[in-house]
């Protein structure tokens, strides 16, 4: 049997990051930066006050109270020029471009708030409730490095210096195809012998989840021809492709009937618990990425965190490894196949332990959703001992 680390290596060898393209604001929320992003003028543009209240010189309001009339209103996006004089005051709102000769900002709450004249209570410090020029960013300096997932504030500095479109990696495009002849779309009635498709629900959440937009492709039952129709019909959407089930040793297994034979898809056995059967290979003239994963709910979505997440971080341009572990006591003993890596499912506690969830079986989809992490029990270890520490990936 493959190990779990093998088969990961094989799929982070395969694939890619996907090819940068230029896109509008509007649509890069969750990509990857794929340019530098520099300012061009410095921000703030120009020095402006930071509290609504009155530009005035420091030197005018050394000895408090004092009044100064009032010489002119500045809001926030006036564009005229202004300076004051010796002994004036200007009334400015936050935001406002600070008056030429003004050097501190003596805020409303320190005053009476009058229009035409205003007492001033509160000596102010030269610079008081200025924001100056450049004193975010410098003209010409980098705000964001290629490598930057985009989220809303980084969205926000990529507007704030101008720009309104911008060169990133795209999401990748996931399509997620469920085979099963068993299986009913939720919200119509079963039959007999009938179960309700959720594993692609599961990994089209997962795929988002992952940083990715996954798309819920019409599942198909367990003919091949039928399959590889909806695949071939998918294709041209997808930047990597989930299938759930049909992969494993019975008859009527449709996604290794139809992708074994292209030579391109290998479907392999790996070392691992849930979810031993794995295909993964490429398909298509734009050797698409296919993940043949198992259909039991549990299997498919271990399947999904241990090999598709990493593959979608290397599409994504970001780091991409096995997940990331932490160490917590069991709470429970816990049992697993000799020469097989399990994943058992558990619950993390603020006081470092784990425990194990009742139903570990790889159908027991309700016990997984019950569960935050997945404890790892190495390939050599059958047995572990309650108190115990492990290797737990949280979910
Ligand atoms: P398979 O890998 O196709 O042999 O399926 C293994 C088990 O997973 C069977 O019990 C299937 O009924 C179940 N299964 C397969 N696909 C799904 C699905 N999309 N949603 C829920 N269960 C599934
Ligand atoms: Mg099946």
New binding site residues.
Partial sequence: MKSVDAHLADILATVRPLAPLELELERALGTTLAEEVTSPVPLPPFNNSAMDGYAVRSVDILQVPVTLPVIDDVAAGSNELRAIGPGHAVRIMTGGPMPAGADTVVPVEWTDGGTVSVRIDRIAEPGNAIRRAGEDVQAGEVVLKPGTVIGPAQLGIIAGVGRRRVWVRPRPRVVVL???A??VEPGLPLGHGQ?W????FTLTAAALDAGADGFRAPTVGDDPAAFLEQLDAQLVRADAVIT?????M?AYEPVKEALAPLGTVRFEKVAMQPGMPQGFGVVGDDQVPVFAL????VSSFVSFMLFVRPALDRMRGLPAGPPETVTARVTGALRSPAGRRSFLRGRLTDDGTVTPVRGQGS?QLAALASADALIVVPEEVTEVPSGQEVEVIRL
């Fill in positions: 469920a085979t099963g068993e299986l179960i498709d959720s594993n692609s759930s089930g049909g992969v494993s019975g198992p259909g039991n709910p159908h």
